[in-house]
C-alpha cells in the first residue's frame, strides 16, 4: 500500500491563533476557564483541553460574573458581546480574522441598506455569528433550490459566504444568485477563506491518484466535511475519521494508495497516528505531496496581549 499525504492540511493561521490563545490563557488565569462554543470544531482538541480544567459552555449563564471569557475561531454576534458586558465577563476574542472580515462585510452592506443573502450552514457557529451582525437583513440560503424559492426584489442586494464552504458548491448557488438577481454585489474578496481552498485544491488535485480518501477531522467540522464530500464526488471514496480507532478493515480491500488529508482543525499527531497505523497493519510507503506553500500566521488576540508579559510575546507564533 502507497499512503500520499497532501499538503496543506490540518491546522490553519486561525485555529493556530485560538489554541495559542487558549494556552496562554490557561497559563494566566488558571482552571476553570470558560469557552463560548467549542474552541474549534475538533473532539481532541476539545477533549484536551476539558482534561485541562477549560470549562466549554453554550450560554454564557454558565460563566460566573466577572470571570475571563474566550470566543471561539468561529466568532460571535454582536448580542452575545452585551451579554458578555452586561455580566462583567472578562472577555478574549480569539475569532479568526478572516471570519471578522466577514461580519465587517455584513456591517457595512446592512448600513448602506443592503439586503444580504449569506450562503452557508444553518446552524452552524459562524452562521449565528455573522447573522448577529444584521439580523433584519440578513437572510441564509443553503442551496439552489433555497434560492429559487427567495421572494424579495430589493433594490440593493449583496451576497456573503462562509469561510468553510466547498468552492465548488458555494460557485453553484452564486451563479443562481446571479441569475436571479443581476445587480447583486459582493465583497472584492473571496469569502472562503485560504486554507479552506487549500485544503480542497489539495485533494481535488490528489484524490484522482488514489483509490481511497482518509480525512482527518470531527464530523461537527464543515471544512473538513467538505474534503471527503469531494472525493466522494470525484468518484474516489473519501471518509471522515476522528482518528486511527475509526480506521475500518473492509475499506481497504483492493485499495493500493489512501490520499491521507486533514481539516483545518486536525492535530497532527491524529494524522501521524494513522500514517504509523496504515505502515503497521498493511506496510504502507509513504510520501509527501504539496500543492502549495502555506505561510500566514495571525497575531494574538489585542486584550490578551496586553495582559501578557513582554518575554512571552516574543515566541507568538
Ligand atoms: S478555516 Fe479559515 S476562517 Fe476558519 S479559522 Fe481557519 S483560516 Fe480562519
Redesign the pocket.
Known sequence: MKIILANPRGF????N??IESLERSLDLFGAPLYVYHEI?HNKHVVERFKNRGVVFVETLDEVPEGSPVLYS??GVSPQIRQESKARNLKAIDAT????TKVHLEAVKYAKLGYTIVLIGHEGHD?VIGTMGEAPEQMILVESVEDVEALDINPEKIAYLTQ??LSVDDANVIIDALRKKFPQIANPPKDDI????QNRQDAVRKLASKADLVLVLGSQNSS?SLRLAEISTTMGVPGHLIDGAAEIKDEWFEGVETVLITAG??APEDVVQECISYLQDRYGASMTEETIREED?T?PLPKTLRQLLPESALKVVR
Open positions: 490553519c493561521a486561525g485555529v491563533m485560538a474549534v475561531a468561529h479568526c480574522p478572516l471570519v459562524e469561510t468553510t477563506c485560504y486554507a479552506t471544512n483545518a482543525s500566514v495571525f
